[in-house]
Every structure is written in structure tokens, then in C-alpha cells.
């Protein structure tokens, strides 16, 4: 057997470096037509370049890498997926995910990476997407195991503890509402404002809070619909733990070392 000489290894690798750009924009384009508003290119520019290579079969134009992010049925996980050059044949897409709590996005990031790594030679996302479909169906349905009542009143008097995630409080009107009904009720605890919104309560009017942030005819100016989505934590707890006032911070750094501080560093891995 003849070995390649140079003309057909960079023919060779041409074909290749072709193939794939012109796989890898097929896939976006499906992915688009599938997931329609829930889909976002992140990357226009290169798939605009990318297009333009493929028409003019001129390989040597550099493409860079496609960025993009698939929003799940639940209206909250996100998936987004970093193809880098070569993929699908010679690379295996990058992937992170989020809308989770810290510890599952660490761990659905990982397990999906995994899987993405062994789909190399192939389109990957959509198969990506359902597997990651899968692994939260089996999270929530954990969840439903192991909280269930979440959001049914708990007895007068019982001292409480509620972790609410929301993608984002950054309106001052709400923030200072926020701050303002926690006061009211006696509750202790935190506010983080920003991206992501996190509110962290304690005290024996926990429910009423729950109440009016997602929303009542009775108590406006609550967060309303889907808010009771994000209701990630209740607990009845035997002393307090968060302190007395309600605070808000503007940095997750300083959250985090807030609740170090009062020994819920876990619950805030676990909720946040």
C-alpha cells in the first residue's frame, strides 16, 4: 500500500474539517426547527462564517467555536453546549448545566460530559438533551419522595425553615417588598438579589410568606405564576439558626459566607 503523500493528506483533511462544519450546522438548524423558542444561539456570527465556508467549500477559513443553550421542559434547566471545531467527527461537545441547585448542577454536569465524550463521531445534543431529561424525571421524582407536603401548612407556632430559588429579583420595587413582608412577618434570614434570586427564611409565619410571594388575590404583589416551582426547602426546625433580622446582599460570595457563618453551608450547597 501506497502511503498518502501530502496533496491527498490535506484533500483528506479537508474533506474531514468540511464535513464535520457541515454537520455540526445541520444539527443547529434541527435543534432550532425542535426546540423553536426555547433554543438561543449564542455564537451568530460563527454559524454566519460557518455558512459561508460551507457555500464556498474554502476549508481554510478558520470557523470558530458554536455556542448554544437548550432550555428543558421543566421551564427552569438549562443546557448549553459549546461544539468545538471538528465537532462531531474529532470532538466531543462541552457542556454545563443550569436552573438547578449547585450540588445537581455539578453532578448532572458531569454525568452529561461524560456522556458526550462518548458520543464523539456523532450529533450528540438532542441525545444529550433527553438523557438529561432522564436524570432530572429521576430528581424530582426523588424530591416528591422524600418532601412531600412541601406546601401544605404546617402547625401554628412551628418554627420553619424555607429555601426559595427564582432566576432573578432585580426590580427595586420587589426587592424592597421582600424585605419589607419578611420584616412584617418576624422572619430572619436573607435576600440575595441579582442572578439568581435567592431568598432564605426562618420563623413561625413561613407559610404566609410563601403565600404572598407566589401570588394572592388576598396579598398582592406576590411573585405569582411558577413561583412555587422554585420552593426548593421547608423544614420545621427546633431553634433558630439564621439570625433575627432579614438582610439583603448582593453577592452569592457573601451568602455563602453568611450561612458558614450560621452552620448552613450545606443547605446552601444542597439549595442554591
Known amino acids: 500500500t501506497q502511503p498518502l503523500s501530502n496533496c491527498d493528506g490535506h484533500h483528506s483533511k ?3 474539517i468540511m464535513e464535520a462544519l457541515e454537520r455540526a450546522v445541520a444539527e443547529i438548524e ?19 462564517a460557518a455558512n459561508n465556508v460551507i457555500e464556498n467549500g474554502d476549508a481554510s477559513v478558520k470557523v470558530g467555536e458554536f455556542n448554544l443553550s437548550l432550555e428543558l421542559s421543566d421551564g427552569a434547566t438549562i443546557l448549553s453546549c459549546t461544539l468545538p471545531p471538528g465537532y462531531p467527527i474529532l470532538a466531543a461537545t462541552r457542556v454545563s448545566i443550569q436552573g438547578r441547585t449547585r450540588k445537581e448542577q455539578d453532578s448532572l454536569t458531569r454525568q452529561i460530559q461524560q456522556k458526550a465524550n462518548e458520543l464523539v463521531g456523532q450529533e450528540a445534543v438532542l441525545e444529550l438533551v433527553h438523557e438529561l431529561q432522564a436524570l432530572i424525571d429521576k430528581i424530582e421524582t426523588c424530591h416528591d419522595a422524600t418532601k412531600q407536603g412541601i406546601d ?8 420553619e425553615r424555607r429555601w426559595i430559588w427564582v432566576h432573578h429579583i432585580t426590580d427595586s420595587a420587589r426587592i424592597k417588598a421582600i424585605l419589607q413582608e419578611a420584616r412584617e412577618l418576624h422572619l430572619g434570614g436573607y435576600l440575595k438579589s441579582g442572578y439568581p434570586g435567592i431568598v432564605v427564611i426562618e420563623g ?4 404566609d410568606f410563601v403565600t404572598w410571594i407566589k401570588g394572592n388575590k388576598s396579598r398582592p ?5 411558577n413561583w412555587g416551582h422554585h420552593a426548593r426547602f421547608q423544614a420545621v426546625i427546633p431553634a433558630r439558626q439564621l439570625p433575627t433580622d432579614f438582610t439583603e446582599f448582593q453577592e452569592m460570595k457573601d451568602l455563602a459566607a ?3 457563618e450560621c452552620g448552613l453551608e450545606e443547605e446552601f450547597l444542597e439549595y442554591v
Open 221 to 225: 404583589g406576590g411573585f405569582g405564576r
Open 152 to 159: 401544605a401548612p404546617s402547625k401554628p407556632n412551628d418554627l
Open 14 to 16: 479537508h474533506f474531514i
Open 258 to 260: 453568611a450561612c458558614k
Open 204 to 207: 413561625i409565619a413561613c407559610d
Open 30 to 48: 434541527a435543534l432550532k426547527a425542535i426546540y423553536d423558542t426555547n433554543f438561543t444561539m449564542n455564537s451568530s456570527s460563527e454559524l454566519n
